[in-house]
DNA sequence: ACATTCGGGACCACCCGTTCCT
DNA sequence: AGGAACGGGTGGTCCCGAATGT
């Protein structure tokens, strides 16, 4: 399914970039090159599915940038030092246009979709997932593996918000900092 | 200027909500009782010129409560633990609708518009200054002071993702307890 | 195409007797019939290409009505005479509403949209060609063909102003008068 | 009434330039400077009343014009010649964007205002009595002063229109060699 | 079965000419 | 004289079926 794949690479480019609403079906077909008649045969659901398949498709792939940062270090707070960096170096080569592929789209649709809500619901999860687990290899108890995780997710998550309302990666600079203190 | 204000009252109310492109002009005059035409006297710049002074103002509303928050406990964890309190008290009453007011339009419109990103960045520049005064008064050294706030901006801006995507106030909660242990 | 041709009609009169700026696209679907989605099909360039295939069309048209009448009478200024009657007999039966379908869009968007000014000047062009071939013919030089030409075009587009002003024919029979009278 | 003025004046220029519906009252009073308030003030008839005005003024001037400039030669021929010299001048000084005062307004208002046509048509009367005495003092009978007079005003308007659909002034001088050559 | 053209209204942000009330 | 208000209207775009051709 070449054409299938091509609109959601497409859809996943441009939500990230500026959201749900702001993302027309037809900046989606022009930026895919497939015709626009196709979509509604891959997804008959129409936008919406389209986004879900999307936010699911960058999720998993970031899920397991995640993952692979994480693993590679000893150190807890190097680890998340260098997962900071990873978010960090693709802001910043995007011109502060590609942030997190799911934040967006969660804070201005999931009072209006279910479905868009419960995608990035799982998408978060799969993350924390992955982060927990790291916390709780380096000696954390479950519960308290969990906490940090969430707090850390956020806190990149914020970050990248004020980095691109700032336009510098210093708000990303200073959480890095903050919670490499953190895991000494 | 009764009317201008509903408009900026009105926007500010649905940006929250909704974000930037999703809130159309329709419902913006429809929310707030004032005229179609009326709009473009007000503000010629229209839509963008709007969302600019919605954010200016929810900005400098949320501004003063986070100052007065902060100011009325001694204990800086504390502080945090009750501001973090009414951020979540607001979120749930409205359904988990209501988070950031600046956050969803940052993230798709700072991109596409340097008069958002702009406003944006000045309204986050207020609140970490506020909250790197009040660690100042704590005794934190003004550079740590600042990095300490945009820690905990970031970390409860991401907090209000994660609570919004899981509609529940789980995230919000493992945050602060995390920035209470933190600052004892 | 059906409903492509019936939008071309619709405007073609409208822009006839009310010109460009004054004829809405809402009042052009609606004599169509068609819905205005559809009309972005046909015509993503908007009004301005609408605008556009209209005056090819009416221009078209017209050069073939003006051929037919010219070269139907071996007199050239009885053939005159007789291509002015259509043109009078037009005006009257429309109650003085349908002059020159081109000449009102010339006038009033030549200077704001070169595709219109040029499509104006091809019709114009291609209305000169036939009365020059005409008049040479009937013995003219080429060049002295092309003034006379000219003349002869410029004096009933004035004279269908005039008539336009003065809701009566009058002008129009003035200069058939007189362009009988060169001809002689 | 220097603000009245004003109004009358950026009517006339707008008018001249881009027609009736293409002129906004926002445009006329951003150029004449005047507040907009102020405008149904000095004309409770709206904007038909102001186009009214404005062709009235316009329509003078060029009757003055006109005449001053077809009573500076004894010969009629060179009068009219000279005549046509004043309008090729005044439409390539403006870009090809300033013709006929009156001829735009006519073709697409006349149908929808009576108030508009009328106006049209007085103005067009002064011209043809300028000219049609001037041609009587060279030695036409009434009627024929009348018809001939006619002919050279439809010439020019319809040379008017060629000129600026062609975008040159080929039409005028074709024109104006015709007119020359008819007075000998 | 599969792909695409074509057609359909609702809705968008924006601006219109006009009038009210100070 | 004039700032503010007023709806309806502008051209244009939205996301989406329905018909068409392969």
Redesign the interface.
């Known amino acids: 399914m070449p054409s299938r794949d091509d609109f959601i690479d497409a859809t996943a480019h441009l939500l990230r970039?500026?959201?749900?609403?702001?993302t027309g079906l037809k900046e989606i077909t022009a930026r895919s090159g497939a015709p626009r008649g196709s979509l509604y045969f891959h997804f008959p659901g129409g936008k919406e599915q389209l986004a879900v398949a999307a936010m699911e498709r960058a999720g998993e792939q970031l899920r397991a940038g995640i993952e692979a940062t994480v693993v590679s270090c000893n150190d807890v707070g190097e680890a998340l030092a260098r997962l900071i960096d990873v978010m960090t170096a693709g802001l910043e080569r995007s011109g502060?246009?590609q942030?997190c592929p799911?934040?967006?789209v969660?804070?201005?649709?999931?009072?209006?979709s279910e479905g868009i809500?419960s995608a990035?619901?799982q998408v978060?999860?799969s993350w924390l997932h992955v982060l927990a687990e790291r916390l709780e290899s380096a000696g954390f108890e479950p519960d308290a593996a969990?906490?940090?995780a969430?707090?850390v997710?956020?806190?990149?998550?914020?970050?990248l918000?004020?980095a691109?309302?700032?336009?510098s990666t210093?708000?990303l600079i200073?959480?890095r900092?903050?919670?490499i203190a953190?895991h000494d």
């Not at 970039?17 to 702001?22: I, P, S, T």
């Open positions: 970039r500026q959201g749900y609403a702001a502060f246009e942030g799911i934040a967006t969660t804070l201005e649709a999931a009072t209006a809500r990035a619901d978060f999860n969990r906490r940090r969430t707090l997710l956020a806190a990149i998550e914020g970050a918000i004020l691109r309302a700032h336009a210093g708000p200073a959480v900092a903050e919670l953190l």
